[in-house]
């Protein structure tokens, strides 16, 4: 079994304010006391993943604050620590996280193939993709699927970027290995659903 964790948003390294950095700093570190409590490696394989944050008007200085913020973070936490790609156009894509942070830290990026579709960075799925497996060295990449829920009720008031209760689609990885979260409103009986579907084996939750 693969135990990741996803802290929440309010988790900002980016931040220009000093206490908020710092409270993230302490809400990542509990995280990563945890994982070492119950004996969970210290690698990617065990992810805590985040986003990096707010943009602030200043992409560039934004990761730039991040990567720094980074190495105030315990072992237990930067052995682990994952970044994820947004869902706006204003925030950052795959291309922004590899420039900005992997090429600087060396940390994976997790893709999802959701937020994708608002912030491509200029990139097909399969290559924003591939870009992100890339990140990854001896470890399966894990990557998150979900779809919007504005299409599953066909709703124009629901935010596209919302989450589904079930996925429907099928989820191509271009004939890469990855470990598959849903991110889907009915969690379990989502896979068992789109495992009915698809038939599919490679799918976890």
């Known amino acids: ?13 980016t931040s220009p304010h000093p206490h908020v950095v710092t409270n993230c700093i302490k809400d990542l ?6 994982f070492d409590l119950i004996g969970l490696s210290r690698t990617p394989f065990n992810k805590i993943n985040i986003h990096i944050g707010g943009a602030y008007g ?6 730039k604050r991040f990567c720094t913020n980074f190495h105030r973070l315990p072992d237990s936490v930067k052995s682990r620590l994952t970044v994820e790609n947004d869902d706006k156009a204003s925030m950052y894509s795959v291309v922004d996280l590899y420039e900005g942070v992997y090429k600087v830290i060396g940390i994976p990026i997790v893709f999802d193939y ?6 491509t960075g200029g990139l097909s799925e399969e290559d924003a993709l591939e870009v992100a497996i890339s990140t990854w060295v001896d470890i399966i990449p894990v990557v998150h699927y979900s779809e919007s829920r504005s299409k599953e009720y066909e709703d124009p008031k ?4 919302a989450h589904s209760d079930y996925v429907l689609d099928y989820i191509d990885t271009y004939g890469n290995e990855v470990d598959i979260m849903v991110e889907a409103k009915a ?19």
Not at 58 to 63: G, I, L, Q, V
Not at 114 to 119: A, E, G, P, T, V
């Open 1 to 13: 079994m693969r135990i990741t964790s996803h802290p929440g948003p309010f988790n900002v390294l």
């Open 187 to 205: 969690k379990e009986l989502a896979v068992l659903r789109y495992k009915e579907i698809h038939n599919d084996t490679r799918t976890n939750s």
């Open 58 to 63: 200043d992409k560039p200085s934004a990761m």
């Open 114 to 119: 959701h937020h994708h579709k608002f912030c």
């Open 29 to 34: 570190s509990i995280h990563g006391e945890v």
């Open 158 to 161: 629901i935010r596209p970027q």
